[in-house]
């Protein structure tokens, strides 16, 4: 197996990698990963090859499986009009360069993974979303909407393609957990605004875990992708398949619930409230993140037959650390 990873060194492509490389090796089966990335000198595993994005116009190197992360943190910080352009161009200009690659290259990869968020369906509240399910326009959907359009231009060459829209993702070395654990730590961890919005998570475990099982999923029986149900089917235009996956878990918690997992694991209390008006004081219009929710179901992923590790939040919490 020979695999291309945009994003391989961040939060997620990490952990995929490391996680892959240990069932390789313990079923005795050949792997080559490559991180697709700005700065080659950067620290990484030594069983992981590096390419500049200037290598990849010139390699004739085939890969079985690109996966695509890479793009700037949503969350990061304020959407500023530059910061939005920002979150653009970190997804849009590694998707292009991937897909100049795809065109020119004479052996074509089986599959590429493309990453995107549940912030595709905008906020809906407290409403059941599965793959099939509709949107509501706002910046978030707008910016996952134009990172997959650009990603199933993919399958124009024969590439089959599947989109992963990704939840709230829980570990404690990265992402919203890692940011929370300070203040939760002193005891001025809480609940934002009333806390009855709707948290879609998932645990990296179970992340990684799930991006594996899409990708042999295909892999193992070409029929798999072709004959997935309906209801996450994707248009494209051509008869390459193109299909989507919500990344979630299959309960998602309200963020009174998530406030009061982080306290009993950490053993704090939970008692303050940053309300309403000030979390959109503070974040401005990136505070929808905070305070409308998201109920993101993994239909997909489920009848497919993926088993998630981790269904309880407060148990995904301390099992993961």
């Not at 500049?52 to 390699?59: G, N, R, V």
Request: with cysteine; hydrophobic share 40%.
């Amino acid at each position: 197996m020979n695999i291309l990873i945009s994003g391989g060194s961040g939060f997620l492509g990490s952990a995929f990698s490391e996680e892959l490389t240990k069932r390789y090796q313990q079923a005795g089966k050949k792997l080559s990963i490559t991180w697709l990335t700005r700065d080659t000198s950067q620290t990484h595993p030594t069983d992981i090859s590096m390419m500049s994005y200037d290598e990849l116009a010139k390699t004739d190197q085939s890969f079985e499986v690109i996966l695509n992360l890479a793009g700037a943190g949503i969350a990061d910080s304020r959407w500023s009009d530059e910061r939005k352009e920002t979150l653009l161009a970190s997804r849009i200009k590694p998707t292009e360069s991937l897909l100049e690659y795809i065109a020119r290259i004479s052996v074509k990869p089986k599959l590429m993974v493309s990453g995107s968020a549940i912030g595709w369906y905008g906020t809906q509240g407290v409403k059941p979303l599965t793959e099939s399910s509709d949107y509501e326009t706002d910046f978030s959907h707008k910016l996952c909407e134009e990172w997959e359009q650009l990603a199933l231009k993919a399958t124009d060459y024969r590439v089959p393609v599947a989109i992963v829209r990704t939840g709230v993702v829980m570990h404690p070395s990265g992402g919203m957990v890692a940011k929370l654990l300070l203040p939760f730590k002193m005891g001025v961890g809480g609940q934002l605004a009333d806390g009855k919005q709707i948290m879609s998570w998932i645990s990296r475990e179970d992340w990684v875990g799930a991006a594996i099982f899409i990708m042999e999923h295909h892999l193992d029986s070409q029929t798999n992708l072709h004959h997935s149900a309906v209801e996450n089917t994707l248009q494209t235009g051509n008869d390459t398949p193109a299909l989507v996956y919500n990344l979630t878990a299959p309960n998602p918690v309200t963020n009174h619930q998530f406030t009061k997992a982080m306290g009993a694991w950490l053993h704090r209390p939970t008692i303050f409230t940053l309300p309403e008006f000030l979390l959109k004081l503070m974040f401005g219009e990136m505070s929808t993140l905070l305070i409308d929710g998201q109920k993101v179901l993994p239909k997909a992923l489920l009848e497919a037959g993926y088993n998630f590790k981790h269904t309880d939040i407060r148990q995904a919490l301390e099992q993961q650390s």
